[in-house]
T-cell receptor, first 114, second 118 residues
């Protein structure tokens, strides 16, 4: 079975400061990895995904993430946040074969302060 | 392409009542998924369809829950004899099966239906 751990339930950060949202996963089989963002009263929007190849993945809105197989991590980073980045961020995994369901973490609420 | 739509956006019901939610996927997408999201949690997988066939169901999907996708287009999720524990956001997602054009069938999510059971 797969599982995803997002240790930080809330991360406050000042505007224009860098931020890192942590994600660790557990799986005995190979997986794809994703980061989604959810704004209030909206569905989830894909920020970025890791399928294979380069371990540094760039996504939308200036976000990037690095896949670290040895540490089973996929942390999300942004060098300079904006007020509009305030939202809930979810890390997710999906097995590369056998199923199409995503397994999500519990989410990290990013609050950008002025 | 208007994205995945869900109806209603909000539903308040009394315990014991039946409710039905509808999901309209992106038009060319052949896979459709239902997830449930409770407060403070990430989405949890419930079930998915490929065309009209329901191919996987979670153990979370008790016998009070039933999902259909009769013509391989829209889908409905029905909850019978609702309980307060059913209060949650129900999310629908759709994807296009992987092909040479799209190596991964990325899931696109709708805005969700928020269910409150009193």
């Amino acid at each position: 079975a797969q599982s995803v751990t997002q240790l930080d339930s809330q991360v406050p950060v000042f505007e224009e400061a860098p931020v890192e949202l942590r994600c660790n996963y557990s799986s005995s089989v190979s997986v794809y990895l994703f980061w989604y963002v959810q704004y209030p009263n909206q569905g989830l929007q894909l920020l970025l995904k890791y399928l294979s190849g380069s371990t540094l993945v760039k996504g939308i809105n200036g976000f990037e993430a690095e896949f670290n197989k040895s540490q089973t991590s996929f942390h999300l980073r942004k060098p300079s946040v904006h007020i509009s980045d305030t939202a809930e961020y979810f890390c997710a995994v999906r097995r590369t074969s056998g199923t199409y369901k995503y397994i999500f973490g519990t989410g990290t609420r990013l609050k950008v302060l002025a | 392409d208007t994205g995945v739509s869900q109806d209603p956006r909000h539903k308040i019901t009394k315990r014991g009542q039946n409710v039905t939610f509808r999901c309209d996927p992106i038009s060319e997408h052949n896979r459709l998924y239902w997830y449930r999201q409770t407060l403070g949690q990430g989405p949890e997988f419930l079930t998915y369809f490929q065309n009209e066939a329901q191919l996987e169901k979670s153990r979370l999907l008790s016998d009070r829950f039933s999902a259909e996708r009769p013509k391989g287009s829209f889908s409905t999720l029905e909850i019978q004899r609702t309980e307060q524990g059913d209060s949650a956001m129900y999310l629908c997602a759709s994807s296009l099966a992987a092909s040479g054009r799209a190596p991964l069938d990325e899931q696109f999510f709708g805005p969700g239906t928020r269910l409150t059971v009193l």
